[in-house]
């Protein structure tokens, strides 16, 4: 029974005699199963107190960079944003530094500014390139943690990576498509960036799982368009112009309204549209039926997830910082969460 508490401590919050503990903390014979959990329970009142303790008064300062469309980075803000006051006796406090387009030399430069000016850790979606990589290395060098959301850095020395199971995204999404949809069309896949690694794995996955499900099924790609609307909605007008048997979009990387009207413009239809988080455009989209599942996972809890890691790190909190990755969750226009509003 590991603790770091004195006997006298324990038998104080059990209500116990000290030697009465003793006997449970060396595991003598002669003790009741229920005196066992009343130490037990002892230890992990402590332990709760004891971390109460090391956060009254504490405050942290903690940096949100990402590069996302504003739908996303908005979302992933208000979260955080949400899930701060509950790590409370501490103080945390962030800071945003959100950008649409992507640009390896403008995340080094504002990663490089979060390690000049101090920060407690940060909170990161960035490309998978190796400026970034080192200059997440060289911000772990300099004693500020960071953790990856939604797609991971793996080359770096960041502390570890929140946010959804890729790989099983990937292959739900594949699954849905091969249900839904199970002619022999294409299927049109959009991501953000070629680079994000969370992406790549994603459509590595979906790619994998549609050819056992689906083997006559060809995957057409479109990348590298930020998942903004504009050049979302030119590259799927000339994904359509050239491939006329797409019937079916597996959405990575968003720019799903550009999406839908590029498809409308062309007079044609999508039998399955599959997509990725419940942001406000998405949210409107699925309770109109006009894209049919979003993928979607808790971003509060994944906020809550990060800052929890990143005071693990400081020692604020007990335990071990470790990735574990979020469920994936299928929502469909009647069970989305109540959370987003009335259904």
């Known amino acids: 029974?590991?603790?770091?508490?004195?006997?006298?401590?324990?038998?104080?919050?059990?209500?116990?005699?000290?030697?009465t503990v003793d006997r449970v903390l060396h595991g003598r014979p002669g003790v009741r199963a229920a005196t066992v959990a009343e130490v037990e329970r002892a230890i992990e009142e402590l332990d709760r107190q004891a971390t109460q303790l090391r956060l009254v008064g504490r405050t942290f300062l903690l940096d949100l960079v990402m590069q996302a469309p504003a739908r996303f980075s908005s979302a992933v803000r208000d979260a955080m944003e949400a899930e701060l006051p509950?790590?409370?006796?501490?103080?945390?406090?962030s800071r945003f530094h959100l950008r649409e387009e992507a640009d390896a030399g403008?995340?080094?430069?504002?990663?490089?500014?979060?390690?000049?000016?101090?920060?407690?850790?940060?909170v990161l979606k960035a490309p998978d390139h190796p400026d970034v990589a080192a200059e997440v290395t060289a911000l772990a060098?300099?004693?500020?943690?960071?953790?990856?959301?939604?797609?991971?850095?793996?080359?770096?020395r960041r502390l570890a990576y929140v946010g959804i199971d890729n790989d099983a995204a990937g292959r739900t999404a594949a699954y849905l498509v091969a249900l839904g949809s199970p002619g022999p069309g294409a299927v049109l896949v959009t991501l953000s960036r070629s680079d994000f690694r969370g992406e790549e794995q994603r459509v590595g996955a979906f790619v994998d799982a549609l050819g056992t499900l689906a083997p006559g099924r060809r995957v057409v790609d479109l990348t590298d368009t930020d998942g903004l609307d504009p050049t979302t909605g030119a590259g799927v007008r000339a994904a359509l112009a050239g491939h006329p048997d797409v019937d079916a979009v597996y959405s990575?990387?968003?720019?799903?309204?550009?999406?839908?009207?590029?498809?409308?413009d062309a007079g044609r239809t999508i039998g399955t549209f599959v997509a990725h988080d419940l942001d406000a455009d998405n949210t409107e989209l699925l309770r109109t039926r006009r894209i049919h599942h979003?993928?979607?996972?808790d971003?509060?809890?994944?906020?809550?997830h990060a800052c929890r890691?990143?005071?693990?790190?400081?020692?604020?909190?007990?335990?071990?910082?470790?990735?574990?990755?979020?469920?994936?969750q299928v929502v469909t226009p009647f069970n989305v969460p109540r959370a987003f509003g009335p259904r």
């Not at 979003?294 to 996972?297: K, P, R, T």
């Open 309 to 328: 890691l990143i005071l693990q790190h400081h020692g604020a909190l007990p335990g071990a910082p470790t990735s574990v990755p979020s469920q994936v």
């Open 252 to 264: 990575v990387g968003g720019g799903n309204r550009a999406t839908l009207d590029a498809f409308a």
């Open 299 to 304: 971003l509060r809890a994944d906020a809550r």
């Open 141 to 156: 060098d300099s004693g500020v943690p960071v953790v990856t959301l939604v797609t991971d850095v793996p080359g770096s």
């Open 86 to 93: 509950g790590l409370r006796p501490a103080v945390v406090r």
């Open 1 to 19: 029974m590991p603790h770091r508490h004195k006997v006298r401590e324990i038998a104080q919050q059990s209500g116990l005699s000290a030697a």
């Open 294 to 297: 979003v993928l979607h996972h």
């Open 106 to 122: 403008a995340m080094v430069a504002t990663l490089r500014d979060v390690r000049r000016r101090r920060s407690h850790g940060v």
